[in-house]
């Protein structure tokens, strides 16, 4: 079990984030939000896809109006996301908003800045504190180095937060992002190790789905492994369904997470095999797409791992030359011709 860091528990809404709380998965929306009916589909499409929190940008007049109709159509916390104006802050907050993004990088004046925080109090709402490098580097003339990033994307939020403190606001929650791995695991143990306010992760700028996925898992899965980190949203460049899926994904594999769906477990073959595994995985995989069960599902070639990775799984299938041995909860139950694999599969999976 991965020993959660512990925070101070804020509330978004109906969500609680913190260490006594489940991490939450966060999407954003990817259609104009004036267009207040794509956007309230796009909402429910990611809370059925297993999203706690939506984030919604709202950068001009007409954007804070229509989020305030989306609020009052969905049964999800939403975030507004702020970037250069405080007034846009206030009019979401008073929108409706559950929380709202502020990024030091691109709202500097301590007045505005204070006028948000108080607006924020007397609403009772969150606020997350979101640096970005790239927006940090875009106020520097000079170029900033790399080995001094991590520092300066630190150094920016901590001045926020003391401003925060300074008003007696503590519904903070944190993140800094970097499209670079190293740089947002480093700067987000050091936020961990300085403060006690709930973190969101995130890699910023990860790609198209194809090519944030791995670096996405191996950003958010280090740092969640280590016990940082109580939101979690993957940035990728396509349909926000994706970013939700990869997120629990990752959380998945880290046990943070209980799938609603069958997991196949597929051994990755060798010269051992006498059947053509992955063929017969893909065949099983399709069949599981009418499962909606949190079962754990073994495909395997050989008698080396498979009864091992049997004791496992709800149901393991391992497969010989013209034939496959069955097994439920490391149990074998009998012996079927390859031919009849998929439908006895199926059909043990609805005894199951």
């Known amino acids: 079990m991965i020993k959660r860091r512990k925070t101070i528990t804020v509330k978004v809404g109906s969500v609680r984030i913190g260490s006594s709380a489940p991490i939450a998965i966060q999407s954003m929306t990817k259609v104009p939000t004036v267009d207040v009916a794509r956007c309230v589909r796009q909402i429910n499409q990611l809370n059925h896809a297993g999203c706690q929190l939506v984030r919604v940008a709202v ?8 989020f305030a109709k989306i609020v009052q159509k969905v049964d999800i916390p939403l975030i507004a996301d702020i970037h250069f104006s405080p007034a846009r802050a206030i009019e979401a907050i008073e929108a409706g908003a559950a929380k709202i993004r502020l990024n030091p990088g691109n709202i500097k004046n301590p007045k505005g800045i204070n006028r948000i925080i108080d607006v924020a109090k007397m609403h009772k709402i969150a606020v997350r504190i979101g640096v970005n490098e790239a927006s940090i580097r875009d106020l520097n003339k000079a170029s900033v180095p790399l080995t001094k990033r991590t520092a ?85 460049a396509g349909s926000p369904i994706v ?6 994904q990752i959380m998945i594999s880290l046990g943070l997470h209980r799938s609603s769906t069958a997991e196949l477990i597929v051994c990755p073959t060798c010269a051992r095999a006498e059947v ?32 091992g990775e049997a004791a496992d799984a709800d149901l393991a299938v391992c497969a010989a030359k013209n034939k496959a041995y069955f097994y439920r909860n490391g149990r074998k139950i009998g012996v079927v011709p390859e031919s009849k694999i998929v439908p006895a599969l199926l059909a043990e999976l609805r005894n199951l």
């Open 59 to 66: 950068p001009t007049r007409a954007d804070t109006a229509a």
């Open 152 to 236: 300066l994307m630190l150094r920016e939020i901590t001045k926020y937060v003391r401003l925060f403190e300074k008003r007696k606001f503590s519904q903070l929650v944190l993140s800094a992002k970097s499209s670079d791995t190293i740089r947002t695991i480093e700067v987000n143990r050091k936020i961990a190790e300085k403060f006690d306010y709930p973190i969101h992760l995130g890699l910023t700028h990860a790609g198209l789905p194809e090519d944030a996925r791995v670096p996405s898992a191996v950003t958010l899965g280090a740092l969640l492994a280590e016990g940082i980190g109580d939101t979690i949203r993957v940035s990728a």
């Open 243 to 248: 970013e939700t899926e990869i997120a629990k």
């Open 276 to 307: 053509d595994v992955v063929k017969l995985a893909r065949r099983v995989k399709k069949a599981l797409n009418t499962i909606n069960k949190p079962l754990r599902i073994a495909i395997m070639g050989c008698i080396v791992n498979g009864p």
